[in-house]
T-cell receptor, first 114, second 111 residues
């Protein structure tokens, strides 16, 4: 089955700097890649997603890039703010999977220090 | 719009007890799923449903049971709780674009 690896497991950045989280997936059939943000004591919240027919997607300070050949995708957060501190999860899904059946990475704890 | 609602938020069980974790969504999504979250392991799929009356197993189904009698509700039953089932449980629902929306979670401790 699909295997998603996520790095790094922890990331500490200064406020205003950029943060990058990388994920690799094993199944070349995967074609949907969402990113979730989880704040302490809350459920994961979808922040951005990308499908395999595009290479990059941006939403304000957040962007995701996808390299299908290398089977990896990355989350980029620019101009980080303290409220960006959270655990971030990447995930992958195949078209043959039922809707929303996601394989998650292990998560990245992001700490933004003022 | 409440989205996905899970109850209870916290629960302590004794080994061998049974209980049901409730999940309800008001987005008219066909797809619902249950995940468990353990430290360092991300979220792992327990069971999922593609519509009322249809359920299937995910990655870690043992010890759990589900049913889907309505589009809105997808309860998760622990048949005989074990300490290995201590975890945080999340319910999610998805529409046709595969975007999954999660509830706030149930933190379960089995002693």
């Amino acid at each position: 089955g699909e295997n998603v690896e996520q790095h790094p497991s922890t990331l500490s950045v200064q406020e205003g700097d950029s943060a990058v989280i990388k994920c690799t997936y094993s199944d070349s059939a995967s074609n949907y890649f969402p990113w979730y943000k989880q704040e302490l004591g809350k459920g994961p919240q979808l922040i951005i997603d990308i499908r395999s027919n595009v290479g990059e997607k941006k939403d304000q300070r957040i962007a995701v890039t996808l390299n299908k050949t290398a089977k990896h995708f990355s989350l980029h957060i620019t101009e980080t703010q303290p409220e960006d501190s959270a655990v971030y999860f990447c995930a992958a899904s195949k078209p043959t999977d039922s809707w929303g059946k996601l394989q998650f990475g292990a998560g990245t704890q992001v700490v933004v220090t003022p | 719009n409440a989205g996905v609602t899970q109850t209870p938020k916290f629960q302590v069980l004794k080994t061998g007890q049974s209980m049901t974790l409730q999940c309800a969504q008001d987005m008219n999504h066909e797809y619902m799923s249950w995940y468990r979250q353990d430290p360092g392991m991300g979220l792992r799929l327990i069971h999922y449903s593609v519509g009322a009356g249809i359920t299937d197993q995910g990655e870690v189904p043992n010890g759990y049971n589900v049913s889907r009698s309505t589009t809105e509700d997808f309860p998760l039953r622990l048949l005989s709780a074990a300490p290995s089932q201590t975890s945080v449980y999340f319910c999610a629902s998805s529409g046709g674009e595969r975007r999954a929306f999660f509830g706030q979670g149930t933190r379960l401790t089995v002693v």
